[in-house]
């Protein structure tokens, strides 16, 4: 999707499952359960969302997703669904590995860098080897270093070697990645968790990553269990959303199983609503659910 002078492509890397009484924290089952239906093992459907910005001159990569290195025990707990080779990630838009400049991640739980590297002959290497991969100073120093409640999120391999190649930028803060997309520092689901906000030609938008990972997460007090200061989502959720919607941004959801683009408004009761784009947007073969 043409957006100002930059052009905007979904890939979307898998399917996969999560508890869902952890993903809507104290909301209780008889409401998300309206919105996101539970399988028999408590389960909802999520996907994961790469957003690839081509600003003309420069191929951002937002989030490398699950990856591929799963166990089958594992894959078999997430229902692991992969949609991409992690060979040829990019291929549902014509692109190889290597046509990519810079990957952002928000954060480093194992559903956004478990695709940052990939295993070639027994050894790990990045996925996207000419890319710097951008990571928030204060989040990779959590995941090197992860306490009992935060550990379970972390892979150490889905990042160390990234330090170990010399491919990782680590920002300390806001940044303006490349002119017109800027990392910046939310908290809320880790204490460095960034959002990707980008403007060309007057229009902007915003990947919300996981303060605001699906459509059925826009009322700000619909945070995950899985959020380490969930008092901190609720508010930064509150002034994007307000700010997304009078200025008609293009808002973008990491883990939405629909089509995860589109525009929200704010009603005059305070209520915030998403009305998805047109799924001919996504100009993909990958399958969108509605
Ligand atoms: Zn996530």
New binding site residues.
């Given amino acids: 999707m043409q957006f100002g002078e930059f052009r905007l492509s979904v890939i979307r890397e898998c399917n996969f499952r999560l508890d869902g009484g952890a993903m809507f924290g104290v909301v209780p089952k008889t409401l998300w359960s309206q919105v996101s239906p539970a399988d028999e093992l408590n389960r909802i459907q999520l996907s994961c969302n790469l957003l690839l910005i081509d600003t003309g001159s420069k191929k951002v990569l937002v989030e490398t997703g699950m990856g591929s290195r799963w166990e089958k025990r594992e894959a078999e707990r997430y229902e692991v669904e992969m949609l991409v080779d992690d060979s040829n990630v990019l291929s549902s838009v014509g692109l190889s590995n290597d046509d990519v400049d810079a990957v952002i991640i928000s954060h480093l ?1 194992f ?2 860098a478990g695709g940052a590297c990939r295993m070639v002959d027994g050894k790990l290497v990045p996925t996207f080897p000419k890319a710097k991969y951008y990571v928030q100073k204060g989040e990779l120093d959590l995941a090197r270093n992860p306490n009992a409640r935060a550990k379970g999120s972390y892979r150490q391999d889905d990042f160390m070697p990234l330090i170990e190649h010399g491919v990782i930028a680590v920002i300390d803060g806001d940044k303006e990645i490349v002119p017109g997309v800027f990392a910046k520092v939310t908290g809320g689901h880790t204490s460095h968790h960034q959002v990707i906000y980008f403007e060309s030609a007057g229009n902007k938008g915003v990947y919300f990553a ?1 303060i605001i ?1 699906t459509k059925s997460h826009l009322s700000p007090p619909w945070v995950m269990g899985y959020d380490h200061f969930p008092l901190a989502s609720c508010d930064v959720k509150s002034q994007w959303l307000t700010q997304a919607a009078k200025e008609k941004w293009l808002v973008v959801f ?2 939405e199983v629909g089509v995860p683009w589109g525009h929200v408004s704010l009603d005059e009761k305070g209520r915030f609503d998403f009305q998805a784009l047109p799924a001919e947007t996504l100009e993909s073969d990958a399958v969108f659910s509605s």
């Fill in positions: 739980h559903d956004h996981d990972p990491d883990h």
